[in-house]
């Protein structure tokens, strides 16, 4: 195996920086690809808790003055992640998410701390850290879409570049002026560069330049070539259809292991599923349910955002009810849903349990707890919780889109490997019909431990999915770019 070396940017890592399912996808990889000898570096901001956490951080270079004040790369390790981290504080030095202020709004600056970030991808691929000369560039999303333009438009021998698509809806999209101040030519305002509907869009960029695209399942590879789907990028990746490919994420198996995992109140393993009653009643007392082994617990775990279908799920609450269902919900996201959800729960004490946040242990015990895991989402590109749920025994019910198609088998296919429920179109109505349809199943004690069966003998580690990623470089350094 001819070794390669992959240089990851990324703007959250977990366990270092997470707001969603980019940091575990950026957190895991580079463990799972270490086996396909693929030697990956992920370069990320210096956030506070970045600089808190790596240890053994080492200067590797040093501006005086880096996008408007002075900024240092260093190169350091956290929970067997080989890192390089960009601290430039008058960019980073920021408490709390990454992305937006206290108050939700997006820092005004965003332009010019991703586009920093980008820079120095460039940079470390044309060779700026002599002990890591990366043979391919692997951008993330739009905050390192930058790096493959920067590259192209350096003009100089370059690394092969790849950029993920982890979410069509997140653009990058900032006023042309700003190409004056990031080190970009005049002419890359252009439609065939990052020009986008009169201003510019970092994810433009990194969809025209990278040599490779890929998307998170197969089945969002094709939705985004739609008008609908692409989100305004549908024709641009028609175009460069030739290069796009869908590769499916996986999960951490052993942060996600119900043998092993410390959150949970009883570990379990597939032997004995029974113990999932103890892990439900602890469940049902942490959102206030009533304890009761025989009303089906549903579970969601979620950014509380259009994308995911919850609006739906709140108008088939009155299906949940009638159906002597309940409903446990974690998330936190857009206030009017937030309040919606906490009044259904002040309406419906006992049967609706809500708990606004982002608490990761609270998110393994659903997982270990409820009967079954909804996901409504209008697109999905992979979805990570519902492949946690055929880990831990819950049993998804997901909507017909994207990576839930491709990774949930559905009862009505007739197969014997079938996982959970999948509904579409994705309306409250097809959705509250599916919920009535698991019911049943779930009273029928035999069909339901089938479900549970085949989802934990379904393969949601990283593990071959990290060798797509090892051929996805070794074929581009076999046909390397100059
Ligand atoms: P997305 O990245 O679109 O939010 P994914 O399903 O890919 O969706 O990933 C979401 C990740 O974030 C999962 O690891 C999930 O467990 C976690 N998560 C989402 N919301 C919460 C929350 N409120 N508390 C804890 N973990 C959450
Ligand atoms: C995005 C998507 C989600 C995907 C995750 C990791 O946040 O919304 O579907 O699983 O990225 O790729």
């Not at 080492?58 to 004040?69: A, K, L, Q, S, T």
């Not at 992640?81 to 430039?88: A, Q, R, T």
């Not at 849903?337 to 419906?348: D, I, S």
Request: net charge negative; with cysteine; glycine share 10%.
């Amino acid at each position: 195996m001819t070794p390669v070396r992959v240089l990851a940017v990324a703007s959250e890592v977990y366990p270092i920086v997470k707001t969603g399912g980019l940091a575990d996808v950026a957190g895991a990889l580079p463990l799972a690809l270490k086996a396909h000898g693929v030697e990956m570096r992920t370069l990320m901001p210096g956030y506070p808790d970045v600089m808190r956490l790596v240890s053994g951080a080492e200067e590797v270079w040093r501006w005086p003055d880096y996008f408007g004040g002075p900024g240092r790369l260093l190169a350091g390790s956290h929970d067997g992640l080989e890192l390089f981290v960009l601290d430039v504080p008058h960019l980073y030095a920021r408490p709390g998410n990454p992305y937006v202020t206290n108050d939700g709004v997006d820092w005004p600056d965003n332009g010019v701390r991703f586009a920093a970030l980008s820079r120095v991808a460039a940079d470390i691929g044309h060779g700026l850290v002599p002990a890591f000369v990366p043979d391919v560039v692997h951008a993330h999303d739009w905050q390192a879409g930058l790096a493959p333009a920067y590259l192209h438009y350096d003009g100089r021998p370059r690394p092969a570049t790849v950029i993920t698509i982890h979410n069509m809806a997140y653009q990058g999209k900032f006023a042309s002026e700003l190409i004056g101040s990031i080190g970009l030519p005049w002419s890359s305002y252009d439609v065939s560069g990052l020009e986008y509907f009169g201003g510019i869009s970092f994810l433009k960029a990194g969809l025209q330049f990278a040599d490779r695209i890929t998307t998170v399942s197969p089945t969002y590879a094709h939705e985004i070539q739609s008008d609908e789907g692409g989100m305004g990028f549908g024709g641009l990746l028609r175009a460069r259809s030739h290069v796009l490919s869908g590769i499916l994420n996986g999960i951490d198996t052993e942060v996600w292991n119900p043998q092993t995992d410390p959150h949970i109140a009883y570990r379990f393993g597939t032997d004995d599923l029974t113990f999932r009653a103890a892990n439900k009643a602890v469940l049902q007392q942490q959102f206030n349910l009533d304890s009761s082994d025989e009303a089906p617990l549903l579970g969601v775990i979620s950014r509380l955002s259009w994308q995911k279908g919850l609006d739906l799920l709140l108008e088939a609450i009155p299906t949940i009810l009638a159906e002597g269902m309940q409903l446990a919900l974690l998330g936190s996201g857009e206030r009017d849903l937030q309040e919606r959800y906490q009044a259904a729960a002040r309406a419906n004490p006992g049967r609706i349990g809500v708990v606004i946040g982002y608490d990761e242990i609270l998110a393994h015990l659903i997982q270990a707890g409820s009967d079954a895991l909804i996901v409504p989402s209008r697109f999905e590109p992979c979805g990570l919780t519902q492949l946690c749920a055929l880990r831990y025994g819950a049993v998804p019910i997901v909507s017909r889109v994207g990576g839930l198609e491709d990774t949930i088998v559905d009862v009505g296919e007739a197969r014997r490997d079938a996982t959970g429920f999948k509904f579409g179109p994705v309306t409250a109505e097809a959705l509250a019909w599916t919920l009535r349809k698991a019911n049943t199943a779930f009273h029928s004690k035999a069909a339901w431990r089938r479900l549970q069966l085949n989802g934990l003998a379904t393969d949601v580690s990283w593990r071959n999915r990290a060798g797509d990623y090892a051929a996805l470089y070794r074929g581009l350094m076999a046909s390397r770019p100059v």
